[in-house]
T-cell receptor, first 111, second 117 residues
Framework: EDQVTQSPEALRLQEGESSSLNCSYT??????LFWYRQDPGKGPEFLFT???AGEEKEKERLKATLTKKESFLHITAPKPEDSATYLC????????????FGTGTRLTVIP | GAVVSQHPSRVICKSGTSVKIECRSL??????MFWYRQFPKQSLMLMAT?????????EQGVEKDKFLINHASLTLSTLTVTSAHPEDSSFYIC?????????????FGPGTRLTVT
């Protein structure tokens, strides 16, 4: 069975203090790993898809990396508007189309 | 691009009544749409996969007669919560995959907050 574990559960950073969020996963065969951002009371907003170990993608202050067992979302010099819950999800190769989500990391960036 | 809308954004209904939630892909076609449920401070749980022109596939433990899904076109899927009870109160979110694209991203709607009194 697919498993996704995100850590830490919550993270408080000072504005400008860089850090990383972790997503550990177990799947029978990875089709893709996805990062989303979710603001309170809203649907998830797509950030990145990673398909193979060694792949990296960047968007503004965010950079996602992937290994065979985990993914990191690096946040460089965060701003208060980066405060949100960051969700990691995996899709396996068994044929099902659905995403399996972790419980998320709730990030708060303090001015 | 890849915008998904949901309507209504919030609904309050009385116990025993039915509520319909619409999910639309605004700028792309979606053969497959998904319905999720999210409880406070928890992650998204898949309820069912909706395929255009065919029956939905429900996850284990989800009552198909209670949560009716219809995907009549490539841009619209609906979820009807029948005979709603207070325990059905939750945040319902739909997502859609682009038809014909190699990538597997799902694009999510803004969610519908259902409160059953």
């Amino acid at each position: 069975e697919d498993q996704v574990t995100q850590s830490p559960e919550a993270l408080r950073l000072q504005e400008g203090e860089s850090s990383s969020l972790n997503c550990s996963y177990t799947v029978s065969g990875l089709r893709g790993l996805f990062w989303y951002r979710q603001d309170p009371g809203k649907g998830p907003e797509f950030l990145f898809t990673l398909y193979s170990a060694g792949e990296e993608k960047e968007k503004e202050r965010l950079k996602a990396t992937l290994t065979k067992k985990e993914s990191f979302l690096h946040i460089t010099a965060p701003k208060p508007e980066d405060s949100a819950t960051y969700l990691c999800a995996v899709q396996d190769r068994t044929g099902a189309n659905n995403l399996f989500f972790g419980t998320g990391t709730r990030l708060t960036v303090i001015p | 691009g890849a915008v998904v809308s949901q309507h209504p954004s919030r609904v309050i209904c009385k116990s025993g009544t039915s509520v319909k939630i619409e999910c639309r892909s605004l700028d792309f076609q979606a053969t497959t749409m998904f319905w999720y449920r999210q409880f406070p401070k928890q992650s998204l749980m898949l309820m069912a996969t909706s395929n255009e022109g065919s029956k939905a596939t429900y996850e284990q433990g989800v009552e198909k007669d209670k949560f009716l899904i219809n995907h009549a076109s490539l841009t619209l899927s609906t979820l009807t919560v029948t005979s709603a009870h207070p325990e059905d109160s939750s945040f319902y979110i739909c997502s859609a995959r682009r038809t014909g694209w190699i990538s597997y991203e799902q694009y999510f709607g803004p969610g519908t907050r259902l409160t059953v009194t």
